[in-house]
């Protein structure tokens, strides 16, 4: 439990962690919140020479409107993201996975930027981004460039960043109005990873006995490796009657087109199985808790 | 799955235990809801714990473990590691193995045990995986886990042994080349043949006790010291006074020369009730090196090489009458011991085989135990140590035999406990419990519970097809407590006996020292020790001082394990006071110039009967510290030690009901509620009491649908960080309502029987009894535990078809 020896920096500006990035070479890592690199590093299982600390660079620290979306800078802890009045506005979605993320000693340290760029399918935040189709803002000494998140997740752990690179910010697009959202973990205690988690954004349209589900977002944690965006789901969804406002959420109280359309939740994706689950049983688990995502927050 | 603490409830809790303590007349602290007098330094830290503790000159060691679950050694070099920056030294198992010997087992339970050499660094062969096979010391700790990666080790993988049935099999290979069984322990009372010819039912069962790993708050830690004739042992353990003993043996290092000082501890549950490889290591290193010791482990390290608990494959069986009585029992166990057999591994199952009856009557009883090794860390106690493994297995039982019968799981207990007329009553398994009234406890747990409205909604939600299925599980237990009379150890050829020491000692001021041979880590032994003094001789609860753990202050004890620690030490404080007490009034009574006779002592004084003449025990003190004016032939001293050896165990009793919703499609299992009603005799302090119900709870839940240490086909453990092995945080667990029946133990004056296990051996069973009760309808009659969601949403699917 003790890491390999390092050099560590903290450069005050964005340029020079660039360039004391670009200096340092292949070997050398990002340091945020630390809250995922640092296991890595006590259990040996990560050897870089130095750490840049990003951490107070006043260049990823901010949140605000621009235009249509949000920008959340990537050093943004995920207790800010909780408390910010502005990312509770313009995208609900985000507070609610990041309520469900370990807990407060972690979410104080962890940062958004931290949780997107280590690209663990297991963390609540890259379901969210893929849902919510953030924009990546992505740094090197050569420029910024733009990754969009369909892009961001390459494989397990690994994203489109190179070796250079700094995420400065994602920019979440504001959807409009009428949507509901809802985050649907399900883990084993309540400080442990999701076994699959489901991010769902829903539009209902209609009144009464006949609300529909106009259009839906849908991203999978834990389902493969990397988040996944429920297209199929997505599409079967749309027209679906939703149940008489109130009765939504309850197990067993669904619609059947939405239940229909959350069977296919597993369709394409290649889910891990481990000590607590099963691929089998994380399918099974993908399906039941789709429904339930998009029934909540069709609610 | 999850739940948010009340804390207004807990508030409301502790104002209620205030409540019960109110001070009865005669029992002025015996009973109060004292505040732990140890508990604000023990919580802000401000305190030694071991890896506090530095010394000057103090070096650092670490480990290297072996990654496989069983090899040949064939190569360790250290020359590398030994070049290193900050490395004082580095040695493999065989530098080490001409002065190391052996790590001891206490227990040998038949005279034909296999009972292997256990070198506290591995030279030959790798058993387990982390078994250590090098050390590095260095000038910190730091340099010293670098250093470890420098050390060259080869291997010749050999086959691991993980299941236990396989591992009985003739073509099987083997741990040690004695094979693979350890032993063979059986006990019988009654025709069991008898019992279960022409029985109108018989309930079989195999039930797995899934591989536990004992998570205490503090990791193990270890200080060695020397100064070149006597040595000085801090570690973090629960038996200061068994492990000097132990060590004088293992390692040659006289008795008289060796002190073991447990500073204050955070947790063992057993785990700390060891002779453990890096303490005699760190002895040993300091015996060479000439300078201070330490180590500390780090929790993947712990989860590797902490001794296990558990693990116990059962094979049980009931026959009953068709009216639901007990004919007979049957229980075939196989324990697996692990690659060794440690301090007293092969006694845990054992403990359980006088328990396996419950609170029930029964005309015959069949025991076997099968000890078995396999490379996996060795088992040894933890909490409850054979008695949940036990209650589990009768408690399941019961379940089981009323869903055969159609009788509600209550009325079949009823139908066959020991009623309260019948105590004392002589067990099947050859017990006599001293008391206990189980239909008392039951009625008040069924009335908190709401039993009947949570069966009618349970009705309700069947009726309905709803997804969320309610059950509601029952354990009605009892253990034995109070380790232990020392003739009943001798007869089951333990090593020690089962004693406890205390010395109390009256200073000049009246303030009272007492010295205890129990070991308290975490369970506020200094609280309620001083509340028994307090009463005893009339002091005020303040001005008692409690010492422990150290084997130069208190030379002599038993240490805390097994729920003895008030049974037995508590005993032996009280009769130390009860010497103090006696010493004094000769003393009063000179100085009163009355008979001693005719001295009465109350409330701190004693009063010559008829007049208003009298003396408070801290003006005896004081004279007796003057010795100016004592009578003839009387020490200037009312100091007084007592050792008790207590004739009996005790044996406290409960009923535990938990409901529980299981969310068929998923799985998932939530408690609802869950109603624990104990009867650990008389109360010393009604907050530790709850307070160690509660921790209980918690780790038996634990074990019900959280825990498991898992090894892969290959013999590698899975579960070696928190995000793996999972334990209960407070937010996975209910509102606890807890409350009490009180049948006094007849069997001590103080009339406690024990409270430090109750809770983990009580609940197990309650929980999975609910899980399945909530699935009997769909075909479900067992899930195994740790009944995870997964396994719950498996066993609907394999009984659907
Ligand atoms: C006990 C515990 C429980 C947890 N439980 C959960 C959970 O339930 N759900 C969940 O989603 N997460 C969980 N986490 C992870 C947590 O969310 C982390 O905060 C997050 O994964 C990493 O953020 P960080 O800022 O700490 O990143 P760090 O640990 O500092 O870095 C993580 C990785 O991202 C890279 N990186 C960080 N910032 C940047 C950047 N700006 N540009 C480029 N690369 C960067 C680093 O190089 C590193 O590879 C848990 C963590 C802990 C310790």
Known sequence: ?299 | MTEQIDAGMVARQVAESDELGEPVPGRREVGAARRRKEDARLVTGRTRWTDNIQLPGMLHVAFVRSPMAHARITRVDVSAARRLPGVVAAFSGRDLAAEQGGLPCAWPVTEDMVLPDHPPMAVEEVRYPGEAVACVVATDRYLASDALEAVEVDYEPLPAVLDMTRALAPDSPRVHPEGNRAFVWKFAAGDADAAFRDAPVVVERTFVQQRLIPTAMEPRAVVAQTDGDSFTLYSATQIPHVLRVMLAITTGIPEHKLRVIAPDVGGGFGSKLQVTAEEVLALLLTRRLGRPVKWTESRSEGNLTVHHGRDQLQRVSLAAGADGRLRGLKVDLLADMGAYLMLVTPGVPLLGAFMYNGIYKMDAYDFTCTGVFTTKMPTDAYRGAGRPEATFAIERLMDELAAELGLDPVEVRRRNWIAREEFPYATIAGLTYDSGDYAAATDRALELFGYDALRAEQAARRERGDPVQLGIGVSTFTEMCGLAPSRVLGSLSYGAGGWEHASVRMLPTGKVEVVTGSSPHGQGHETAWSQIVADALGVPFEDVAVAHGDTGVSHKGMDTYGSRSLVVGGMAVLRACDKVREKARQIAAHLLEAAADDLEFTEGSFRVRGTGAARTIQEVALATFAAHDLPDGVEPSLDSDATYDPDNFSYPHGTHLCAVEVDTETGATKIRSYVAVDDVGRVVNPTIVTGQVHGGLAQGIGQALFEEAVYDADGNLLTTTMADYLIPSAADLPEFVTDRTETPATTNPLGVKGVGEAGTIASTPAVVNAVVDALRPRGVTDVPMPCTPQRVWRAIQEAAG
């Open chain 1, 1 to 299: 439990m003790i890491p390999p020896a390092f050099d560590y920096v903290r450069p005050s500006s964005l340029p020079e962690a660039l360039a004391a990035l670009a200096e340092a070479g292949e070997d050398a890592k990002v340091l945020c919140g630390g809250q995922s690199l640092l296991p890595l590093l006590r259990l040996r299982l990560a050897y870089p020479s130095v750490l840049v600390d990003v951490g107070r660079l006043p260049e990823l620290h901010g949140v605000r409107e621009e235009g249509g979306h949000v920008r959340i800078g990537a050093a943004t802890t995920h207790d800010e993201v909780l408390r910010s009045p502005v990312v509770r506005a313009g995208c609900p979605l985000l507070p609610l996975a990041t309520a469900t993320v370990a807990d407060p000693a972690v979410r104080h340290r962890g940062t958004l930027g931290g949780s997107l760029a280590h690209a663990d399918p297991a963390g609540d935040l890259p379901a969210v981004a893929v849902a919510l189709d953030m924009e990546f803002v992505v740094a090197s000494a050569a420029g910024e460039r733009a990754v969009p998140a369909g892009e961001f997740f390459v494989d397990y752990l690994e994203t489109a960043l190179r070796p250079a690179e700094i995420l400065v910010a994602v920019r979440v697009p504001r959807l409009g109005d009428g949507w509901g959202f809802h985050y649907e973990k399900f883990h084993l205690t309540a400080q442990a990873w999701a076994v699959v988690g489901v991010a769902a954004a829903v539009r209902p349209g209609g009144a009464g006995g006949d609300r529909r589900v106009e259009e839906a977002r849908v991203g999978l944690t834990n389902m493969g490796p990397t988040p996944v965006r429920a297209g199929g789901v997505e599409r079967a969804v749309r027209g679906a009657p939703l149940p008489g406002a109130g009765a939504g959420g309850s197990p067993g109280g669904a619609g059947d087109g939405v239940r229909d359309a959350a069977a296919l939740a597993d369709e394409g994706t290649s889910p891990p199985g481990d000590l607590h689950a099963t691929p089998e049983y994380r399918r099974h688990l993908a399906r039941v808790l789709t429904r339930r995502a998009l029934l909540a927050a069709a609610a």
